[in-house]
């Protein structure tokens, strides 16, 4: 059906959006609307600098008879930083401070908004990194692993601590946890990983990295390749950390509990740019 541009550009827009990293070709906008492949490139060009200039994210163009377009999801560093800025005050509240020095974050991974940025933040990270799958672990990491992937357009796949009749025959590997040194269990159901994926493993909160450590050897059972680890918040009073090739959106430089005061900084997400700006 036939439509006016200012339709067609809220209409591609919209579907752009909800279909990150997928490819696009010109020719089914120019279906869609009925409309030259001429007028469709003029509106994506449009798009593409609305996109760029509002820290949104970008079109990547790619040419040929199989070529089209993609959007990938990014934020500008500046949006990110303040987001982040705002993210560390609230974390910083001495309220929430939970025995063993974890921080109460139900709260914040219950916003949709939050989320939607979070999933924004690691997205521009690993957008050209080849990722099929995110990996998290029940409870608190399912909603930044939803977030991310929606982002990235991919699946992801919930590692339990224990059995579910309802997972089918799983897989289940024996980890010290880093914080208390004991043996942890965790399972992941065979049908949920396909031999040789690309992972992004995420987490909420990372002490020494035992969690995300025991996944990192999941993975070698299903014979799947690490493709990066994320975590929302990472301590940093801990000692050797398990893991060393991550990024952190915020760090916890210190937590005193007599004092009821948290030290809270941005991670070493921002240590390289998260954009092309």
Do not use: W
């Not at 699946?155 to 946890?177: A, H, L, M």
Request: with cysteine; glycine share 8%.
């Amino acid at each position: 059906m036939k439509v006016r541009r200012s339709e067609r550009l809220i209409d591609m827009t919209q579907h752009l959006l909800t279909h990150p990293r997928t490819l696009i070709s010109l020719s089914f906008f120019a279906n869609r609307y009925e409309s030259a492949k001429s007028s469709i490139s003029e509106d994506l060009m449009i798009v593409k600098k609305t996109f760029e200039n509002r820290g949104i994210g970008t079109l990547e163009t790619l040419p040929g008879a199989a070529g089209g377009v993609r959007y990938l999801s990014k934020i500008s560093r500046e949006n990110a930083e303040l987001f982040v800025d705002d993210l560390c005050q609230r974390i910083a509240d001495k309220e929430r401070l939970l025995p063993g020095g974890y921080l109460f974050l139900s709260d914040i991974l219950g916003e949709p908004e939050t989320l939607h940025t979070i999933g924004k933040i690691f997205a521009s990270k690993f957008v050209d990194t080849k990722i099929d799958m995110i990996m998290t672990v029940a409870t608190k990491g399912i909603p930044i692993a939803q977030a991310v992937a929606s982002e990235l357009n991919v699946p992801f796949v919930i590692v339990r601590r224990d059995n579910k009749v309802t997972e089918g025959s799983t897989v289940s590997i024996n980890y010290v946890s880093g914080s208390s040194n004991r043996i942890e269990k965790m399972a992941l159901s065979k049908r949920s990983l396909p031999t040789g994926s690309n992972v992004l493993v995420v987490d909420d909160f990372m002490k020494a990295g035992g969690t995300v450590n025991g996944m990192k050897s999941l993975l070698e059972e299903f014979n799947a390749k690490l493709a990066g680890i994320g975590v929302l918040v990472e301590d940093e009073n801990v000692g050797e950390k398990l893991v060393d090739d991550y990024v952190s959106v915020i760090r916890v430089q210190n937590v005193d509990v007599r004092q009821q005061s948290i030290e809270v900084e941005k991670g070493n997400i921002f240590n390289s740019p998260t954009d092309s700006k």
